[in-house]
């Protein structure tokens, strides 16, 4: 074995390894068929699109395992928990819902209930789970995953209850099942993990460094996932710009993207998200180059004051970032941008925020995300003097949230009029309508004649009649 061939192994859990985890499947499946009902399974996820793809993980190995599907937790026999810790407000979503789960609990003593993904990764929180609720059986986090059918089985025999936070992971598991939600639109991790630190973030602590998978992994993916017909598949990472960074076979993004556009197929290739300091003029080339990729970048900017950046740590100035959307506009003038911010971030001063002003202004993202600090412990900017109230955090957040909408709203009023290609994704709840994404992922509920559920899965033209700030409506042109 080569030096180069070795590294790569070392990147990989092993064959035996995951060898072992499918006869662990296999024993509680064998279980599970001598039982008179198939008993049931309910996965829920809070968080991100990582998050979302880790649960299709789940749901694959309770199949294997010989779970159906449940609507609900009511009725499950296995309960499994993905939870979020990107905010104290989606951790505390996550323990109400555990707490509310304990009643289920105590009626139906021989149901699993499981708390897996970024929670339990923190520091305390598997503590918290072990002293203060003690009816969940089953707690691991996001490295442990892979093990997830060893680690059910334990629950399942012992009267111990199972604990499984490893340190950080490091190695990538290929080739486990993964039950998708969907047939159109699906998940496709290219790599795990961030190396940024950004000072307000705790996902670097909790999801471990940074690793990709291999190209050739991915690449197999991908033409699986296009010869099953989804349409519109999606690259993960918390970084995908630094995909291949410190990898042994030389690939970057931009060729990553290339060779995903070489599979055949008729699909769109998505991607989130991109750090602005990684992302250049070679990305946004490959992007207008390739034809299956979509004119759409989610590029995070965080803060416009060059002071409060340099304290999150990001890596570059708000001149930096507006030259980087001058040239994605040069090379590809139609792209739909999208963005993050946080306001309130510790020490950020009303000048500060009206430099976020200025540049959600100059820039005229299509959509922001914006989320007003929360401080996470463990990171550095949980520790920095913060002395600006809520109530003032709040103002901005709504001043900052007038400002996007009116900008959003009016670059949505400029489809009216226009017929535009959409991908047809579901039924809009209530069921009057369709919904579809233009190829710069804007949402387009489709009503009127000529639609229908054989449209789903789907290109259409789709003529805009209608808009609002989040979304577009239209009728399906024949
Ligand atoms: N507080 C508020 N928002 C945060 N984000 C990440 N960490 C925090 C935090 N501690 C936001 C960032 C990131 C998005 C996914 O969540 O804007 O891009
Ligand atoms: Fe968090 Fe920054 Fe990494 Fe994004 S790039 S996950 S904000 S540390």
Known sequence: MSADTAARAARKIGKSDLRRQRECAARVRKINESRAETPLSYVDTYGCQQNEADSEKLRGMLLEMGYSPAADGEGADVVVINTCAIRSHAEKRVLGVIGALGHVKAERPGRVLAVCGCMPQRAGMAETLRRSYGYVDLVFGVHALWRFPELLEKALGDKERVFAVDGDGGAIAEGLPSARDGSVKAWLPIMYGCDNFCTYCVVPHVRGRERSREADDVISEARALADSGYRDITLLGQNVNSYGRGGVDGADFPGLLRRVNGVDGDFLIRFMTSHPKDAGEALFRAMSECEKVARHIHLPFQAGGDRVLRAMNRGYTSGAYLAL??????????????????????????????????????????????????PREGTPAAVMDDPVPKREKQAWFDELLASQNAISANKHAAYVGRTVRALVDGRDVGGGAWTARTNGGRLVRVAGGGIGDGDIGRFIDVKITGSAAWSLTGEKKE
């Not at 040069?330 to 739909?336: G, N, T």
């Not at 430099?355 to 005229?364: F, K, Q």
Request: aromatic share 12%; no cysteine.
């Open 325 to 374: 959307i001058d040239a994605a506009r040069r090379i590809m003038p139609d792209i739909v941008i999208t963005s993050d911010v946080i306001v309130g971030f510790p020490g950020e001063l009303r000048e500060d925020f009206d430099a976020t002003l200025r540049l959600v202004d100059t820039v005229r993202f299509d959509a922001l995300f914006t989320f007003i600090y929360s």
